[in-house]
């Protein structure tokens, strides 16, 4: 398969289909024929400006047309772009920033204050070239598009660093390419087909998101603010709005399961396949799907480090997988090779544990401006004897099935997936070891019931007293909710090991956070209040909630909020608007919503788009997950 630059793929499409919408999202649609159009001003603007091949440019938008404007008109005039996620907090954003250290940033008008804001700080030489999807077009084209090679970076995507500053990972043009053609014709994707577009801008997940559909003449659909975080909703968006292709993470998928398997839920006639990464695929929550859909609509399993391009493996889910301990992650797609090795080097035999390797000529290009760190995991192959022949070392573990198939099984260091969000816990304790209280710290991950990574808690060794609510206030800007422990427990001295290392294995179990429920302590007085009681307790580090404590400040955060609400529609059967709940994210105020809601009936879709229209900046801000990859 020839190369081809992804944004020639795109003009092709708009060639055949100029009239087609291209993009649809809350705040209007675009035609191919506008994309191309407005792409192709944005290029000249750039050139003109002085960017040019090379030049990183990042892209600060809430508006999926002008991102998608944007990513084609730096790819057009040779640049290399970098998508941001203004929801990311401050500190982040600006961290992302200076470490690219670009002269030239978009800024759509969307998002233009709190770019503004953001980049005074930050890049206050940096150029910022304007745009507006809704200004009058001016007719402009580059005189050439530029001509990439295979091997030309194409975008930078952020991850997690153990060091405490984020790492650039810079994407090359051919992965692209390789991946949408790959996905497109595995699943037989058309012209006219509705994908929808769920991933934050800052994952590279995006970029199946937005270019399957757009190579092929389909349409990338977002849905409106917060409502991947409203299970009930996003399932029945996805009905409403006909989608035949969703990207999402399990734990998003699992949101919407109460609601799909309730007698009466949507149909999702239209619905053809759900892609599934970033995290462990759950054989009861596969079960459940099943057994509502059978194999009418296909569930796909994919699993592929950002490093080595969004996927690499690849699993078609079957009803007989929901018997397995874990769901596969499957075999390697053409173009890449997969091979587990043991602590020596060597190929593992078949059911044994080893790393996982990946051998690929579209693999990333590595970590931008940090050599050191691409050399650690970027390594000569260890099976062969050319120095040129690179493999990617994942630092996951997994075994070979009798069918060929890959089962995961587990994490090499200290790097864990929270909601399909990649975290490293070296990262979180680098922050932390940043606040003058703290001498030392300890990290580990809280499991839920089945054994997933739930939430994190840290162990603290302290210089002096200090309250959970100040290291809390110390992580927030500096990292995304779902990175921020949720529990803090103050220790004299950590336990360590004979060379004085941290011994993680004496570390004690990590205790509920009873210490901050105690106080202002209201206990369940209704019966309503006590099933809710028992609910939150089974999602927060807390074992005994108080109607009146605050979801958020008792260890709650984005990701937890979507399975609250999907376990309250699964318990009492009525759906709580996402706008109720975080305008008092309290046990009494939620069970005096439900028992409304039983009164009257539950609401219809538009009374939901209606609530999730009403979702505030601030509160979007606070919910949205950012970093690491899906």
């Known amino acids: 398969m020839a190369f081809q630059a992804v944004h020639g793929l795109v003009q092709q499409a708009a060639q055949r289909f100029p009239e087609h919408v291209a993009i649809e999202c809350p705040q209007g649609k675009l035609t191919y024929a506008e994309l191309e159009s407005r792409s192709d001003e944005l290029a000249v603007a750039l050139r003109a400006s002085g960017a ?35 929801s990311a907090p401050r500190l982040r954003l600006r961290t992302m920033l200076t470490s690219t250290a670009p002269e030239w940033v978009i800024v759509g008008t969307s998002a233009a204050d709190r770019a503004g804001e953001i980049l005074d700080e930050a890049l206050p030489l940096a150029q910022r070239i304007g745009l507006d999807v809704s200004a009058e077009p001016t007719g402009a084209a580059p005189e050439s598009v530029y001509q990439h090679d295979p091997d030309d970076a194409a975008y930078i995507f952020f991850t997690s660093g153990s060091t405490g500053q984020p790492k650039a990972i810079v994407g090359r043009m051919q992965g692209i390419d390789h991946f949408v053609r790959w996905e497109g014709a595995l699943l037989g994707a058309e012209p006219g087909w509705r994908v929808s577009q769920l991933a934050s801008p800052a994952f590279d997940a995006i970029l199946r998101d937005l270019f399957v559909p757009l190579t092929t003449g389909g349409t990338v659909c977002v849905p409106p603010a917060g409502l991947t975080l409203d299970g009930p909703a996003l399932a029945r968006w996805i009905n409403s709005e006909r989608i035949d292709l969703v990207h999402t993470v399990p734990t998003v998928f699992r949101g919407m399961l109460p609601t799909i398997a309730a007698p009466g839920g949507p149909e999702l006639a239209s619905l053809r396949c759900v892609a599934l990464a970033g995290e462990a695929l759950a054989p009861s929550d596969a079960a459940q799907w099943f057994e509502r859909y059978g194999e009418r609509v296909a569930l796909l399993n994919l699993y592929g480090p950002s490093e080595t391009t969004m996927t690499k493996t690849f699993h078609f889910v079957t009803p007989a997988d929901t018997e397995r301990a874990s769901i596969p992650i499957g075999k390697a797609m053409p173009g890449a090779r997969v ?4 602590s020596r ?48 070392r994942t630092g996951d573990f997994a075994r070979t099935l009798p069918d060929g198939s890959l089962e995961y099984v587990g994490r090499r260091d200290q790097q864990v997936k929270i909601g399909g969000v990649r975290v490293e816990l070296g ?25 997933n990574p739930l939430s994190l808690c840290a162990f603290v060794e302290t210089v002096q007293p200090v309250a959970a609510e100040e290291l809390r206030a110390h992580l927030a800007p500096r990292l995304p909710d779902g990175h921020v422990p949720q529990v803090f427990v103050p220790m004299e001295r950590l336990p360590r090991t004979i060379s004085g290392k941290v011994d993680r294995r004496a570390l004690p179990a990590p205790l509920p956070a009873e210490q901050e429920t105690a106080q202002d302590y209201v206990a369940p007085r209704t019966a309503t209040e006590e099933s809710l009681a028992a609910i939150w307790a089974g999602l927060l580090p807390v ?88």
Request: charged fraction near 20%.
């Open 52 to 86: 040019g091949v090379g030049c990183v440019v990042p892209i600060m938008t809430e508006d999926r047309r002008e991102l998608v404007v944007a990513v084609l008109a730096v790819l057009k005039a040779g640049g290399v772009f970098v998508p941001i996620d203004l």
């Open 339 to 342: 091979v587990l090795l043991d």
């Open 345 to 392: 080097d060597q190929p593992c035999a078949p059911g044994a544990v080893g790393e996982i390797h990946i051998r690929t000529p579209y693999m990333s290009l590595g970590y931008f401006h940090q050599p050191d760190a691409t050399r650690a995991v970027f390594v000569p192959n260890p099976l062969g004897d050319d120095p040129e022949d690179f493999v990617y």
């Open 427 to 451: 990262e979180v304790e680098h922050l932390l070891r940043g606040h003058h209280a703290v001498r030392d710290t300890a990290v580990v991950v809280v499991p839920d019931e089945a054994g």
């Open 543 to 630: 074992a005994r909630p108080g109607v009146r404590h605050d979801f958020f400040a008792i260890g709650g955060h984005s990701l937890l909020v979507m399975r609250l609400l999907a376990a309250v529609t699964a318990e009492f059967g009525v759906e709580v608007h996402l706008q109720k709940f975080l305008a008092a994210p309290t046990i009494e105020a939620l069970a005096d919503a439900i028992e409304d809601a039983l009164l009257i009936g539950g609401p219809d879709l538009d009374d939901l788009l209606a609530g999730l229209d009403d979702v505030t900046e601030d509160d979007a801000e606070r919910l949205l997950t950012q970093n690491g990859g899906n």
